[in-house]
Nanobody, 121 residues
Framework: QLQLVESGGGLVQPGESLTLSCAAS????????IAWFRQAPGKEREAVSC???????KYDNSVKGRFTVSRDNAKNTVHLQMNNLKPEDTAVYYC???????????????WGKGTLVTVSS
């Protein structure tokens, strides 16, 4: 039912900003928590941030103060604003959705296909 599509990735220089979007279809996101993950070349997937159904968010320490997650329920979309990008932010970014995902990990998680962010001079 629920499908997620990430967009907004691209090539940027260190210090620049980029905004990613996660658009959902099939099911409204109103009651879903949305998480952002990333996987850098040669590394395992790691959690970046999560925003719950009430709009409260949390972040990994590596992106705190630089990344901001927001949701627009009217557009069934979640955004990840990334500021002051660093080369170590280079990764494929994925969004994931599930009920109570920010608090509990379970089997019923929907994933997008990912969008590539490359930070290089």
């Amino acid at each position: 039912q629920l499908q997620l599509v990430e967009s907004g990735g691209g090539l940027v220089q260190p210090g620049e900003s980029l905004t990613l979007s996660c658009a959902a279809s099939g099911v409204t996101l109103d009651y879903y928590d949305i998480a952002w993950f990333r996987q850098a070349p040669g590394k395992e997937r790691e959690a970046v941030s999560c925003i719950n159904d009430r709009g409260s968010s949390k972040y990994d320490n590596s992106v705190k103060g630089r990344f901001t997650v927001s949701r627009d329920n009217a557009k069934n979309t979640v955004h990840l604003q990334m500021n002051n990008l660093k080369p170590e932010d280079t990764a494929v970014y994925y969004c994931a959705a599930a009920l109570s995902l920010c608090d509990y990990s379970g089997p019923s998680i929907s994933w997008g296909k990912g969008t590539l962010v490359t930070v290089s001079s």
